[in-house]
C-alpha cells in the first residue's frame, strides 16, 4: 500500500507517490488539462495510478495563507477533494497543509542546478513531492510518540 500525494491546481494536478515503506515521496508525474472544469479525464487518469500503485491514502496539498486564513483556491480544492471521494470510496481523503510548497520546490529545483524552462515543466510534481514528503515526515513523527 502507498500513498498518493497531490497539488491540485487550477490547470495542472502535480502527482507524487510514496515508495511502499511510507518514508519517501517520488515524482511521478502531471496531469494537464484545458481549464479547471475538465477534470473528468483527471479522474480517469488517478484511477489508472490508483490501481497501479495500490494506493490506499490520497493526500491533497491545502493551500492556506501564511497567517492560516484559507485562500481563494481553498473551497476548489475542497471541491475536488469531494469530487474524489465519490469517486474512490475506500480510498481515505487528507487535506494537508502545503504553505510554500512551491516556493520550496523551485528553490530545490534551482538549487540542483534545474534551468529555469525546466523547472516550468515539473514543478507541480515536485511540490506534490513537497507536500507528501511533510505529510509522511509527520505521520512518522506522530507514530513515534
Known sequence: MRVLGLDYG???????VSDPFL????????????????????????KEIISEYDINKIV??????LNNAESERCAKTAEFGERLKRNFKNIEIIYFDE??????AEKELASAGVKKAKIGE?????AAVVILQNYLDCSAANNKT
Do not use: C
Open 23 to 46: 518514508s519517501t515521496a517520488l515524482r511521478l508525474e502531471t496531469i494537464r488539462r484545458p481549464d479547471e472544469g475538465a477534470i473528468k479525464k483527471s479522474v480517469s487518469r488517478l
Open 10 to 16: 487550477s490547470k495542472t494536478i502535480g502527482v507524487a
Open 122 to 126: 515539473i514543478i507541480d510534481m515536485t
Open 60 to 65: 491533497i496539498g491545502y493551500p492556506k495563507h
Open 99 to 104: 504553505r510554500l510548497s512551491s516556493v520550496f
